[in-house]
DNA sequence: TGCCGCTCTACGGGAAACCGTAAGGAAAGG
DNA sequence: CCTTTCCTTACGGTTTCCCGTAGAGCGGCA
């Protein structure tokens, strides 16, 4: 089992949780930070005091507040942790069920484990800890179905680009010179027709406030 | 200070925290449910033994899953519940941040507090508990600003079905004729023209794109 | 009743978006 | 080196949307 963990989530209320299901598991040196810059700060000083942590238990989004944070969210305190701690174990610990975010957090950021926040969560981390502490992966059951199933639409980046740009009022007929100012390519107006209609079409939807809608429903933009 | 309070929310996790917060304000009898229809039932079953909860904790946003319940969400919940028993104080604890919505919980459901899921909400439910134990109301600080500044307009209610019926995939032309066969006045195309001028120039918006956005962004559809 | 002010509706010209088609260009493969 | 294929771009015709104007309906008031 782990000896020291560092806990880094800025809900206070799901930290507590956090600390009291590892102290349940007789770990008892734990931290936790609300920001992901202490997060990193405690990372090195504990690898410097020839102490370093052994695990990571992170959430992905942080919110901003009056504190300026170099790092912005889970992914980055993740990258930089890894690249001086390579040995570091992590697991996320978050709200998200996209499959692809997850499925790239185990392939790019080779992460251990993934507990999704949802109805058995503190049973979910207690299993993933004691996986990973066994040297496996975990991933939060309802997850590995949606890889399957939930085969949903992935948004390329210049998806993304347009439908930001639309939703700030944008004109179609304008993005093409946007596109090409900021050197993204495709940057014909066709082709921004085209991924609006291929969007709409997955989505079955037949105009664009349609999609606006759907996508801010579910935090895609 | 309360002498019965059930929680209603599906994160386990947080709700071992919203119980460990109510125990250390010293209320012993606490019970919590991971589900609408449960959470309804013991505040129905608590009432007919003499012996009501005077607190109602509750999410707003409840995962379905494979038990299949008839309240699909707190704010239903919130509706029922006052509807039996219209003493009951309700705190809502959720990770929404529309001040719409808030506003809709305060005015149109009467709830007594509203605590965001956020950085310092264990403190923030602490102090919402003992506000409405001396009978004040209760609202998050950063929600306090958010409500204030963004209440501008006034959205009536057929701006509302033209935003959701754009926002379903409607054509503006069509429009009309829903709202004939829905006998909504005014029903012409120009006047649905009109509201959503008014709407976008009030907003400094230039698209419907935007507009969706928006509204999508403040809760208001 | 007749005038006034108001809102809703109808119409038409122009702009933007939609949609199909075809030409241009780069990468892969023989 | 050429061909095939896929993707991007360009260009028209049609639909929808945008916007200004004008007329119709309705209640208030002298």
Redo the contacts with the bound molecule.
Sequence with gaps: MFRKVLIAEDHEMTSISVTKTISELGIADTQYTYYCDDAMMLLKKAQQAGAPFDLLITDLSFEEDHRKQKIAGGEELIALSKSFQPNLKVLVFSAENKSALVDKLFTDFSIDAYVRKARHDAKDLRAAIEAIAQGKKYMTADLKQSVKVKNTFEFSSIDLTILKLLSAGT????I?AYLQANKI???????V??R??IM?EVMGF???EQLIAYCKDYGII
Tied chains: 1, 2.
């Design positions: 004109k179609q007929k304008d093409p390519t495709p940057s014909g107006l066709s082709s027709e085209k609006l209609n709409k037949s105009k664009n």
